[in-house]
């Protein structure tokens, strides 16, 4: 089967994610076209990116990152203006594929709009469907548009049951590398830098979801993104430490059986599968020489020195704007921590008083997501550096 050539739009292309999949195409040129890249602040990555493989169009979301590329490069390409750029390149009709590879809850609304013109999604932004994932996922069957997953987890999963009847699956296995702090204490941790933070052992990647690596949140947020692209209830989902990153995830069968996928922590594999899929293209990455990683070792999470993990299956339970709550403040948390404004605990602390105090709702469409957004960012901003808290209440027993 050939895969044909795809026209993709990368919205965050000069993110980690975003470069990854550009390696991807120049690596199979005769497969891909690039229509439409979208940046924040990087303009001179851009501007390279641009000059490269001359988009129709880009949005440029920083305003001075947009007068930078429009006049280095305003004659190769349309630089679009204001805050709906995104949404128009989302919504054009000459493109296949949306790279859905911003971080954070920016990525929420391209992608709905996207999914609603049709398009076939390659998500990165894993917090599209953290906040929105009912939503989602209903959308996409009403619109018909595949949603393929980049996460290297979710990536593993979508592997491992290719080709499985559904109630075939008992339980998905997410294996977690444990982060820079793996071991390390509450009182330990109280002292970490963001420089520490940021050296995560295995992955190099944004800083934002390196932060969440490190407070395990993003297993958390992996958890609800998993249960809304594979069906699965929470119940059905479990975190294992797996220091490696060699094994991505695992599913266990009804017949007991195990299904792992295995590879070198690489994002350009799970992207390579996620736009080449149901194909199974050939390229040369980096292989996998199992002998010379020689041991692979796996343990429970500790959640009571990374409570994120808990936090995210509470929050996944309780539904409604719950999980929407749990990303926003989260997001604050992280932005404040590498500003150095507040201490690496205290990040699962805003969090955990945010699901408390704000408000929860239940949630019939995206306005009430990008409300409740609104809300807890409010919340959460005013009330970051309280430090004495006492969780008197949560929010699913
Ligand atoms: P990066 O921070 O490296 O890149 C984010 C991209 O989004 C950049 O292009 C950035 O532009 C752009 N951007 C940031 N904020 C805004 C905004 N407010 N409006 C418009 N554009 C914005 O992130 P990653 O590539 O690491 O992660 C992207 C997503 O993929 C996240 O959801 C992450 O959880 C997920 N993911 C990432 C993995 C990885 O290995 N990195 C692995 C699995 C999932 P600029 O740089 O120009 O400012
Ligand atoms: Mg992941």
Known sequence: ?????????????????????????????EHFTVRYLTGNSNAALLVEQIREFRPAAVAVSD????????????????????????????ARDDYDTMVSSLVGFAGLLPTVTAIRAGKTIALANKETLVVAGEIITALTRTHGTP??????????IQQCIVGEPAHGVA???????????????????QAVTPAQAL???????????????????????????ARWLFDVDPSRIDVVVHPQSIIHSMVEFT???????????????????????????AADYDRLDITRIGTLTFEEPDSDAFPCLRLAY????????APACLNAANEVAVA???????????????????????????????????EADRATRAWAETHIMQTDFQPTTRIHT
């Not at 305003?63 to 989302?90: H, K, M, N, S």
């Not at 996620?274 to 194909?279: H, M, N, R, W």
Request: proline share 6%; charged share 20%; aromatic share 4%.
């Open 255 to 281: 017949d007991g059986s195990v299904k792992a996928q295995l590879g070198v922590p690489d994002m350009k594999i799970p992207i390579h599968y996620a736009l080449t899929y149901p194909d199974r293209l």
């Open 336 to 370: 404040a921590f590498l500003r150095r404004d507040i201490a690496f605990p205290r990040i699962a602390a805003l969090i955990e008083e945010s699901l408390t105090h704000v408000p929860q709702h239940s949630v019939t469409s995206i306005d009430d997501i990008v």
């Open 63 to 90: 305003p001075a990152a947009r007068a930078q590329v429009a006049a280095e490069v305003g004659q190769l390409t349309e630089v679009l203006d204001g805050p709906d750029a995104l949404a128009d390149i989302a």
């Open 171 to 189: 339980r998905i296995i997410l294996t977690a590398s444990g982060g820079p702090f793996r071991g390390w204490t509450t009182e330990a941790l």
């Open 147 to 156: 949603l393929l997953p980049i996460d290297s987890e979710h990536s593993a």
């Open 314 to 321: 509470d929050a996944l339970r309780a539904g409604g704007t």
């Open 199 to 225: 050296r995560h052992p295995n992955w190099s990647m944004g800083s934002k979801i390196t932060i969440d690596s490190a407070t395990m949140m993003n297993k958390g947020l992996e958890v609800i993104e």
């Open 1 to 29: 089967m050939n895969s044909g050539n795809k026209i993709l739009a990368v919205f965050g292309s000069t993110g980690s994610i975003g470069c990854s999949t550009l390696e991807v195409v120049r690596r199979h040129p």
